[in-house]
């Protein structure tokens, strides 16, 4: 009696094991999201020049970043970039909840209440998110977009700008309406 009630117990085990293992790619895919990143950094400050000269500062609370199965860096609670001159005047700013950098592919994208500032010309774009493209040099949405310059505000369906900002170009505009305050 007791061999037979290890038997069944040893069957039963066995059974368990092999009903537990799954190769549902749900199951694999969830994994993969829970899984740690390679690396990981809070409160970041980031310089990148060349020859000396300051081009671009990063801020961001926390950047995670993944090596498998193609290099991405995430910018889960929000990233804040600027843009200098060769004077290392600030020329434009760029602002966003969340990103993710696509490093193989040279591609950032960012959303959620995207604002880009360009300090040349007074503009402030209002986003829900864009496209870099650093190989391509171009920065561009085509979802709404909000510009307000002093007084105007202006409406368009997309935006698309050199990665400088400094040809910024509102697609399929409707309207610029002024206002006095």
């Known amino acids: 009696m007791r061999q037979r009630l290890n038997g069944l117990l040893l069957a039963f ?8 293992c799954s ?6 895919q969830r994994f993969e999201q829970t899984r740690p990143p390679d690396q990981e950094i809070t409160d970041a400050h980031i310089w990148r020049s060349e020859y000396g ?3 671009l500062e990063l801020d961001a609370p926390r950047i ?14 929000g990233v804040e970039l600027r843009f200098y001159d060769s004077q290392r005047q600030l020329k434009t700013r760029i602002s966003a909840r969340k990103a993710t950098s ?3 592919k040279n591609i950032l994208t960012a959303s959620d209440s995207v604002v880009v ?19 391509e040099d171009i ?8 510009a307000v310059n002093g007084n105007r505000v202006t409406y368009g369906d997309g935006f ?18 002024e206002f006095e305050e």
Do not use: A, C
Not at 13 to 20: A, D, G, N, P
Not at 64 to 77: C, G, L, M
């Open 13 to 20: 085990s066995f059974y368990l094991l092999v009903s537990s």
């Open 23 to 28: 190769n549902d790619m749900k199951d694999i």
């Open 53 to 55: 000269r300051l081009q």
């Open 64 to 77: 995670v970043q993944y090596r498998n199965p193609d290099t991405r860096t995430h910018y889960p609670k």
């Open 102 to 104: 696509f490093d193989d």
């Open 117 to 135: 500032i360009d300090y040349s010309n007074g503009d402030t774009v209002y986003l829900q998110d864009i496209i870099w493209k650093s190989d």
């Open 139 to 146: 920065i561009y949405s085509n979802h709404p977009v909000r």
């Open 160 to 177: 698309v700008s050199d990665e400088k900002m400094t040809n910024l170009r509102i697609t399929r505009q409707r309207g610029t309406i």
